[in-house]
C-alpha cells in the first residue's frame, strides 16, 4: 500500500476536515480514507431500504391486529362485567324482596297471635305468612317453629299494620268483652 498522502480533486471544507479528523481520532482509525470507507461499507442500499421499510409495515400491520383484537377484548370484557353487575343487583334485590316478604309474613302472623286468633291454623292468611316463612327462613322447618319466632315478635308490632281492620276490630271487641266479663 502506498503511504504517500494524497489530494483529493474536489477541495474540501476547513472545517469538515477538522471533523472528520476529530471522529477518526476519537474511533481510532489510522486515516480519513478507513473512516470514509468504513462508513460508506455502513451505508444502507436502496434495496435494503426497500426491505426495511416492507418489514416495517408488516409489523405495523400486525401490531394494528392486535390492537384492534385487544380492543375487541376490552369490549368483550366490559360487556360481561355488566352483565355481571346486572346479576348481582338483581340477585340483590330479590335478596331485600325476600326478606321484606319474610319480614312481612312475621310480622303478620304476629299479628295474628297478638289479636288472640285460636284458629290461626285455618286461617287462609295466617297459612300463607306460614308458608312464606317455612320457604324464607332456614331457621324455620316446622308451624311450631314459625309461631314460636313470630310470638317473639307480638310486643313489638301493631296488628292493625299487617291485618284487615275487621280482624283487629273484632279482636277489640272481644278484648273488651273478656276485660268486663261480658
Do not use: W
Request: hydrophobic fraction near 35%.
Amino acid at each position: 500500500m502506498n503511504n504517500k498522502k494524497c489530494n483529493p480533486s474536489v477541495p474540501m471544507d476547513a472545517e469538515f476536515v477538522d471533523e472528520l479528523d476529530a471522529i477518526k481520532e476519537r474511533r481510532g482509525y489510522s486515516s480519513r480514507a478507513a473512516l470514509i470507507r468504513d462508513i460508506l461499507s455502513q451505508a444502507i442500499s436502496p434495496g435494503d431500504l426497500e426491505d426495511e421499510i416492507a418489514r416495517l409495515e408488516d409489523e405495523i400491520d400486525s401490531l394494528e391486529q392486535q390492537k384492534a383484537s385487544i380492543e375487541q377484548d376490552i369490549k368483550s370484557k366490559k360487556a360481561l362485567l355488566e352483565h355481571k353487575r346486572d346479576q348481582l343487583e338483581e340477585q340483590q334485590e330479590r335478596e331485600q324482596s325476600a326478606e321484606e316478604e319474610l319480614e312481612e309474613a312475621l310480622n303478620t302472623v304476629a299479628a295474628y297471635l297478638a289479636v288472640g286468633d285460636e284458629e290461626l291454623d285455618v286461617t287462609v292468611a295466617a297459612q300463607s305468612s306460614v308458608e312464606t316463612v317455612l320457604q324464607l327462613e332456614d331457621e324455620c322447618d316446622s308451624v311450631d317453629a314459625v309461631l314460636d319466632l313470630a310470638e317473639q315478635r307480638v310486643d313489638d308490632i301493631d296488628p292493625a299494620d299487617y291485618l284487615p281492620d275487621s280482624i283487629v276490630a273484632s279482636a277489640d271487641e272481644q278484648d273488651l268483652a273478656d276485660k268486663y266479663n261480658l
